[in-house]
């Protein structure tokens, strides 16, 4: 069956550190695989997008890997922050159709000062 | 900067009552979704409305549930018999065509917290 697992356990790191997040699937080819931040009670947030044929992306202190060999994710916070607690989500895009997003369930990140 | 906003942020109702959430999408934005979240759970797919039609729909999103786009600027769910599971978030997200920027991505809502009693 098609699965999306995240780090259901929280992370817990140091400010001032890098955090590391991921994101393994068995049984999809997605097209393209995105990141984004949750906050309690709020929307997803979009954070960088990643297509099949990419390697790596970069946006600040954030960074995305795509390994389509391991069928993995890897998502980096440099320097993290207090203000980078919150939950982070990958979700897939599948190619042609519309375009909705399966999404994992989460991993909670705790930036400790 | 352009967002998606959704009203109530808070819904209670009865069980077996009608609901409608509504959504106002990013104005230049084609496609259109609705997401839910049992509290505690994944961001689950609903349905996907694009050229005021329904693209695509969940096995969640039984005869219970439609969508709508009245006007030019809502888009709207409705669930017309509310049941206990029911109870979750509802997020609204819109995306625009592939000209709209590299990422393309999907524009997510604050949530309508639904209660069902």
């Known amino acids: 069956s098609q699965k999306i697992e995240q780090n259901s356990e929280a992370l817990n790191i140091q400010e001032g550190k890098t955090a590391t997040l991921t994101c393994n699937y068995t049984?999809?080819?997605?097209?393209?695989l995105q990141w984004y931040r949750q906050d309690p009670g709020r929307g997803p947030v979009f954070l960088l997008l990643?297509?099949?044929?990419?390697k790596e992306k970069r946006k600040e202190r954030l960074k995305v890997t795509f390994d389509t060999t391991l069928k993995q994710s890897l998502f980096h916070i440099t320097a993290s922050q207090p203000a980078d607690s919150a939950t982070y989500l990958c979700?897939?895009?599948?190619?042609?159709?519309?375009?909705?997003?399966?999404f994992g369930a989460g991993t909670r990140l705790a930036v400790h000062p | 900067e352009p967002e998606v906003t959704q009203t109530p942020s808070h819904q209670v109702t009865q069980m077996g009552q009608e609901v409608i959430l509504r959504c106002v999408p990013i104005?230049?934005?084609?496609?259109f979704y609705w997401y839910r979240q049992i509290l505690g759970q994944k961001v689950e797919f609903l349905v996907s409305?694009?050229?005021?039609?329904?693209?695509?729909k969940s096995e969640i999103f039984d005869d219970q549930f439609s969508v709508e786009r009245p006007d030019g600027s809502n888009f709207t769910l409705k669930i017309r018999s509310t049941k206990l599971e029911d109870s979750a978030m509802y997020f609204c997200?819109?995306?625009?065509?592939?000209?709209?920027?590299?990422?393309?991505?999907?524009?997510f809502g604050p949530g309508t917290r639904l209660t069902v009693l």
């Open positions: 104005s230049n934005h084609l496609y």
């Open positions: 990643i297509r099949e044929n990419e």
């Open positions: 979700a897939f895009r599948l190619s042609g159709g519309y375009n909705k997003l399966i």
């Open positions: 997200a819109s995306r625009g065509d592939v000209e709209s920027g590299p990422n393309n991505e999907q524009f």
């Open positions: 409305f694009y050229n005021n039609e329904i693209s695509e």
């Open positions: 049984n999809y080819s997605p097209a393209y």
